[in-house]
């Protein structure tokens, strides 16, 4: 039984960054996230399964042995997408397992942290089938985007840029008024602000660019998939609203 009526709920969330890169330009941030939902019992279990499981992947593929391997099953070529499917449909699987997996930890802590923030109440918000589907499909369409943007290139692509930016394009829609307080250690002083969704996403844009250009050889931004996932992940949150 479900009971609908409106509630608080906070989330706080530490990150705390040690790499030499990123020492510079972040040294810890705190973020406070209030919003208010519809559905107080419902758990947002999806959200948090997809953090563990790309936790995990993470984990896996930085111990073991061969992670080309894991890249070949898991991950897309797609300079030999197009030959694989002619040999298999199962390998159309590599556009939604690719959004499980990441090229670094700096990579998922980029995407993962940011997707803690809004899956979290988005997911209650609009329960677990239409949280999934505006993940996976935004993911989907964003790789495929990617596959024509990158042509014939023989770099893996994977990361879960795309489904992210879906979650990013279907807060706008659903929450378009509610802001998130950031509060900012800054020596012995805490800074407070609230601003809108958009800037948090423009803050996850800079992140990906500032550890693009610390790691230019093994990270570089697909910007198709982050356009066309915002896009599909707008009009599949859109098309929620007018159904519910």
Not at 74 to 97: E, G, R
Not at 151 to 161: E, I, K, M, P, T
Request: aromatic share 16%.
């Amino acid at each position: 039984m479900l009971i609908s009526y409106n509630c608080t709920v906070y989330f706080l969330i530490k990150i705390t960054a040690n790499t030499t890169h990123t020492d510079s330009f972040l040294s810890q941030v705190i973020v406070m996230l209030k919003f208010k939902s519809k559905n107080k019992l419902y758990f947002p279990k999806f959200s948090i399964l997809i953090w563990i499981t790309t936790l995990l992947t993470m984990v896996w593929m930085t111990y073991y042995p061969d992670r080309l391997d894991l890249n070949r099953l898991f991950a897309i070529n797609p300079s030999q997408l197009a030959d694989n499917l002619s040999q298999s449909w199962w390998y159309i699987l590599q556009l939604s397992s690719a959004l499980l997996l990441h090229g670094n930890w700096q990579h998922w802590a980029g995407n993962m942290i940011l997707f803690l923030i809004i899956a979290l109440p988005l997911e209650k918000r609009v329960n677990g089938f239409w949280f999934v589907l505006i993940y996976f499909v935004a993911g989907f369409a964003g790789n495929l985007s990617s596959i024509y943007q990158l042509g014939d290139s023989v770099n893996y692509l994977l990361g879960a840029s795309g489904a992210v930016s879906g979650l990013f394009g279907a807060w706008l829609i659903l929450f378009p008024t509610h802001k998130i307080s950031v509060i900012i250690p800054i020596g012995l002083y805490m800074q407070k602000a609230k601003i809108p969704v958009y800037l948090l996403a423009l803050v996850w844009l800079s992140i990906q660019i500032v550890l693009q250009i610390i790691n230019p050889h093994n990270y570089l931004i697909v910007w198709s998939a982050h356009i066309v996932g915002f896009i599909v992940g707008f009009f599949v949150a859109w098309l929620y609203r007018v159904i519910n």
